[in-house]
């Protein structure tokens, strides 16, 4: 097989689109802002993060009028677009997390599996048409060194309540089938997988069951305190004033000043086949539907929907200089063909099959490649960032710890240091995009040399910051 003209191949009839917000009719759950409105709470973001703080908030205090605004449609941000993998992990890990709060990493795993457990549990109570599936997660090595220290990371996993164990070509092979398959980790407890627009809209319809007021294409232009209370003004007729407001805005330009410093935004391109015959699915197994990811640095992510399509994601991490987010950055062709001609290096038996969409959107990244929260305004208004890739699960944690702010006793999660502690902060312009780039080809460089992580890598890591998609 020429994989190049495969790759061109397979793109032809490829649409411009995310799979999961074209496959059916998408929901309206709000009009835009038209008057004046003062309420006790709103939340600026109608993705996971806005609507789970907006369901639980709710919950917690019915009494309280909440409105949920969003420039565009309630989960078509990174809610709507991304691969649909639900992590129990809160650090972007375990390794991660052991690197930077050991004295809570037994605390924040076992949260991070209530936190699943929960959200499993709320999706079944509430009959959330999302394919939501327990389906374990696969680690993949495609290089031999990748496997090196597995073993004793499958260990370590074991006593913080992973189901995980190391498996070599055979026993890989055995569950899904690639000629690059070289070993892996297979952990069957702690990864889900779900259409992650469906949960959206899911969320948003109980939240408007619950009394939540959504108003969709408004956006916020500016939050300013007006003494007792906090103004949130609109690029439409209407505006909001509220006692309490929570920002889940994820890569968008955040709306404090001095809290970009502390995110970049990440363009994370995605292919979705079209649906496997069962001939197909016969060459390469996949029985147990497991999510993949690659163990490289730079490391491709995929699974089967429902229909047994195969989406396929990840590995080409851009940044646009000055952080800039913008609708022109969600295709990227380069990207799309690379990530093409990967897809038939892994699976060259299924030459022929093609990609039905493309697409593309920015995730919000910091250098601890986790979650992070903040306060302004004597407590008025309260955000979460930085969620790096895993925020289909950690924003239903995150919005446990925005509930407990509002209210003016201690938070039962402020003792934990990925709570109460902030990300060292990106450099300004143009140290910002030298460092990113700089950072990229190390990585790139370290996978194809056997792992070797050169001086500025190893830099990062005494530093303990990074970048990550």
């Known amino acids: 097989m020429d994989v190049e003209r495969e790759a061109i191949r397979s793109l032809v009839a490829a649409r411009d689109g995310v799979y999961w917000l074209a496959e059916g009719v998408v929901p309206v759950f709000g009009s835009p802002l038209s008057d004046h409105q003062d309420v006790d709470l709103v939340i600026v973001g109608a993705g996971f993060l806005g609507l789970w703080s907006a369901i639980l908030i709710k919950e917690r205090f019915p009494e309280w009028e909440i409105v949920v605004v969003d420039g565009g449609r309630v989960g078509f941000g990174a809610s709507g677009r991304n691969g649909g993998f639900v992590d129990a992990s809160l650090t972007h890990g375990l390794e991660n997390g052991l690197g930077r709060w050991p004295e809570d990493i037994e605390e924040l795993e076992r949260l991070g599996g209530d936190n699943l457990t929960a959200l499993a549990e709320f999706i079944e109570r509430h009959s959330i048409d999302c394919d939501f599936e327990r389906s374990g997660s696969l680690d993949i090595a495609t290089e031999r060194w990748q496997l090196d220290g597995l073993e004793k990371y499958a260990e370590t996993a074991r006593r913080y309540g992973h189901d995980a164990g190391v498996l070599d070509r055979n026993g890989v092979q055995e569950l899904v089938r690639s000629p690059l398959y070289q070993g892996g980790l297979w952990t069957t407890n702690r990864t889900a997988l779900v259409n992650p627009a469906r949960l959206a809209w899911g969320l948003a319809r109980v939240a408007i069951e619950l009394g939540v007021t959504i108003h969709e294409g408004t956006v916020v232009t500016s939050v300013h305190d007006v003494g007792g209370m906090v103004e949130v003004d609109t690029a439409q007729s209407g505006s909001l004033r509220a006692a309490k407001v929570i920002l889940a805005t994820n890569a968008f330009p955040p709306l404090l000043s001095g809290v970009a410093s502390f995110i970049v935004p990440v363009y994370d391109y995605v292919l979705m086949t079209e649906p496997l015959s069962s001939s197909q699915l016969e060459e390469i197994g996949w029985r147990g539907r497991q999510g993949l990811s690659d163990l490289g640095n730079l490391f491709h992510y995929y699974r089967l929907t429902s229909d047994n399509r195969i989406l396929w994601g990840g590995y080409d991490a851009i940044y646009h200089y ?36 493309a697409w593309g959107g920015a995730i919000d990244t910091s250098t601890r490649f986790s979650m992070f929260f903040g306060s302004r305004y004597q407590g008025k208004v309260h955000y979460a960032l930085g969620f790096t890739g895993l925020g289909v699960g950690a924003t239903r944690f995150a919005a446990q710890v925005l509930c407990a702010r509002m209210e003016p006793k201690m938070s039962p999660f402020d003792h934990l240091g990925l709570v109460r502690t902030k990300p060292m902060p990106f450099p300004p312009e143009p140290l910002r995009s030298l460092a990113v780039a700089a950072t990229r080809r190390s990585l790139m460089r370290a996978d194809t040399h056997g792992g070797h992580r050169n001086l500025w890598l190893r830099t990062l890591d005494r530093l303990g910051v990074g970048f990550d998609s």
């Open 322 to 357: 000055g952080s800039r987010v913008s609708t022109a950055y969600r295709l990227r062709s380069k990207t799309h063909l690379m990530l093409a001609r990967h897809f038939f290096e892994t699976f060259p038996m299924l030459e022929g099959i093609r990609f039905t969409h």
